[in-house]
Each structure stands twice: as C-alpha cells, then as structure tokens.
C-alpha cells in the first residue's frame, strides 16, 4: 500500500515539472521554428503528451489484453474531450481559431466514427493496424505542409515578437526541442508512475480489467494532457492547449491503436461497441458543436460555462459506462 501511495506522489511530483517543461518548450519551439502554436499542440505537444498511452496499448497487445488496448483509448479520448479541456476552459476561457473548429475537429469526428467499422467485427488486425498507423502519416503530411506554407509566406518570428525573418540557429531548436524532449519524459514517468499505484490498488479492490482501463489506465495516462493543457492555459497558450486536446484524440486512434494492433491483433468486448464507444462519440459531436458563436472571422471562444458543460457530460457519461451492463 505504501509503495502505490509513493508512486502516485512521486508521478504527480514528475508530471507537473514535465508539464512546465513541455509547455515552455513548445512555446520557443513555436517562436524559433516559425510555425504556429496551434501546429506545436496539435503535433509535438499532443504525440508527447500521449506517449504513456503507446506504451500501455502496445503492452497491452503483446499481453493479450485487447480490452485494455481500446478501453484505454476510449476512456483516454473520453477523458481528453470531457475532463481535460472541461476543466482548462472552467479555469480560463479559451480562444480558438477557424482551423480548429472547421477542419482539425472534424478530422478527428471523422476517425472516431471510423473505428465503428474497424470495431464492428470485435477484433482489430494487423492490415486494420497498418491502415490507422498510414491515415496518421497522412494527417501529418497534411499537418507540415500547412506548416511549411505559412512559415514560407510569414517568415519565422523572433522570440521577442519581432519581425525577424531569418532562421534561427540550430543550436536555439536544438535547445527548444531537448526541453520538450526532457519534459516529455517526464511526463511519461509521472504518468507511468501514477498508473502503476492506482492501478496496485484497483486490482487490491478487485476492480474488473475493463473497468480499470476505462478509467484508472485512461484518466491516468491522460494526466500529462491534463497537467499541459491546463497549465497551456492559464498562460494564455489557449491553441497549444485545444490542440493538445484534439492532436491526442488523432494520435490515439491512428497511432496508439494502429501500433497496438500492428505489434500483435487482438480481440475486443461486445459492450465497447454499445457503451464505451458511443460516449465518445457523443463528447466528439458536441466538441465539434460548442464553440459557434465567433468572436470575429475567424476566432471562436470555449467559455468558463462551456468547460463546466464538457465536465458535466463527461462525469455523465463515465457513470453511464461504469454501471451499463
């Protein structure tokens, strides 16, 4: 009992410096590399913060727990939407822009609606795995080539909000991305950390393998979004966190679950189909729905009332999957 108490401190202790790390790293990253932060959030800071789910489905799979694999991208996806940018809008209003609302939250609509297929025959195989793992490169492909358009037609801007358009020196991105890298791990061994005691002392209580992973395992390996996003915002990097949020929403379905299902196929519970994966979809349709009333053009703004909203359904929904049978 001791010893799962010590590892939850010390991963709280670990994620928080990591989350700080993360965040002042990707914010110069953004300034030295001239792409936006949005990018930044939607890639570094999202695959960063989602390592700890790689590395439990991939564990996962390689053990034969196919339950664990998908409940903990769904409660994860579940946790990021409902949880996470719930509780960073309650404590800061967000601003988001127009690519958000009209193509980068569609996109990740989209593959959530796509796993129903993938789904429906209770296993996800390996030709399922490659082409989730090749949706992500093509995500991404579109994501650095938008990058590189606007870096193109803007020019990199100086780190004191000038107007500097010649690149920056290596050794300043290589600085930049060694504090994110540094914090990144920290946040993986926080998260680790974390998920070992809690789940020590679910398994003490006779908790279900399902049930810990839609909830222990997914709210615990989404602890580093949690700690990045909310700390992204209260610093008024609003898009590095919303795209944290939606970056780890994509890199779960396409990457945790295609590199799961790729390292070995498994097989999935019926029930994931009628409970876990239509409370997902829910948050997603209603992420996609909240932010319409535009500040301007091409600003939108997740309210204080908006977050308590998003925790409120979320709270719902987690209660709906953990007592449905």
């Given at each position: 009992?001791?010893?799962h108490?010590l590892?939850?401190?010390?991963?709280?202790?670990?994620?928080?410096?990591?989350?700080?790390?993360?965040?002042?790293g990707a914010?110069?990253l953004?300034?030295?590399?001239?792409?936006?932060p949005?990018?930044?959030?939607?890639?570094?800071?999202?695959f960063?913060?989602?390592a700890?789910e790689?590395?439990?489905?991939?564990?996962a799979?390689?053990?034969?727990?196919?339950?664990?694999?998908v409940?903990?991208?769904?409660?994860?996806?579940?946790?990021?939407?409902g949880?996470?940018?719930?509780?960073?809008?309650?404590?800061?209003?967000?601003?988001?822009?127009?690519?958000?609302?009209r193509?980068?939250?569609?996109?990740?609509?989209?593959?959530t609606?796509?796993?129903?297929p993938?789904?429906?025959?209770?296993?996800?195989?390996?030709l399922?795995?490659?082409l989730?793992?090749?949706?992500?490169?093509?995500?991404?492909?579109y994501?650095?080539?938008?990058?590189?358009?606007?870096?193109?037609?803007?020019?990199?801007?100086?780190?004191?909000?000038?107007?500097a358009?010649r690149?920056?020196?290596?050794?300043?991105?290589?600085r930049?991305?060694?504090?994110?890298v540094?914090?990144?791990?920290?946040?993986?061994?926080g998260?680790?950390?974390?998920?070992?005691?809690?789940?020590?002392?679910?398994?003490?209580?006779?908790?279900?393998e399902?049930?810990?992973?839609?909830?222990?395992?997914?709210?615990?390996?989404?602890?580093?979004?949690?700690?990045?996003?909310v700390l992204?915002?209260?610093r008024?990097?609003?898009e590095i966190?919303v795209?944290n949020?939606?970056?780890?929403?994509i890199?779960?379905i396409?990457g945790?679950?295609?590199?799961?299902?790729?390292?070995?196929?498994?097989?999935?519970?019926?029930?994931?189909?009628?409970?876990?994966?239509?409370a997902?979809?829910?948050?997603?349709?209603?992420?996609?729905?909240v932010p319409?009333?535009?500040?301007?053009?091409t600003?939108?703004?997740?309210q204080r009332?908006?977050?308590?909203f998003?925790?409120?359904?979320?709270?719902?929904?987690?209660?709906?999957?953990?007592?449905?049978?």
């Amino acid at each position: 009992m001791e010893q799962h108490l010590l590892l939850l401190a010390g991963g709280i202790l670990a994620l928080y410096f990591g989350a700080d790390w993360m965040v002042k790293g990707a914010v110069r990253l953004e300034h030295s590399l001239g792409v936006s932060p949005l990018v930044v959030g939607l890639t570094v800071v999202a695959f960063g913060t989602s390592a700890p789910e790689l590395v439990v489905g991939v564990v996962a799979a390689l053990k034969g727990s196919g339950d664990l694999v998908v409940g903990n991208v769904l409660g994860s996806n579940l946790a990021n939407i409902g949880l996470i940018l719930g509780v960073t809008a309650a404590l800061n209003p967000l601003l988001v822009g127009d690519q958000v609302v009209r193509v980068e939250t569609p996109i990740m609509l989209l593959l959530t609606v796509l796993l129903y297929p993938i789904l429906m025959d209770f296993e996800v195989s390996r030709l399922e795995g490659a082409l989730l793992v090749a949706l992500l490169g093509v995500y991404l492909a579109y994501l650095f080539r938008q990058a590189s358009t606007a870096a193109g037609a803007q020019g990199f801007s100086s780190p004191v909000g000038g107007s500097a358009r010649r690149r920056p020196r290596a050794s300043v991105w290589l600085r930049d991305s060694a504090l994110v890298v540094v914090g990144g791990i920290s946040l993986v061994v926080g998260g680790r950390g974390i998920v070992s005691g809690a789940t020590g002392l679910a398994l003490a209580l006779g908790v279900s393998e399902l049930a810990i992973g839609l909830t222990v395992v997914a709210v615990g390996t989404s602890l580093p979004e949690l700690a990045t996003s909310v700390l992204a915002g209260l610093r008024k990097q609003t898009e590095i966190a919303v795209g944290n949020v939606i970056g780890s929403n994509i890199f779960n379905i396409t990457g945790v679950l295609g590199a799961s299902a790729l390292a070995k196929p498994f097989a999935v519970d019926a029930r994931l189909l009628s409970v876990e994966f239509p409370a997902v979809l829910i948050l997603s349709v209603l992420l996609l729905l909240v932010p319409v009333f535009p500040l301007g053009r091409t600003i939108y703004s997740v309210q204080r009332w908006e977050g308590a909203f998003f925790l409120a359904a979320y709270f719902g929904l987690a209660t709906w999957v953990l007592t449905a049978r």
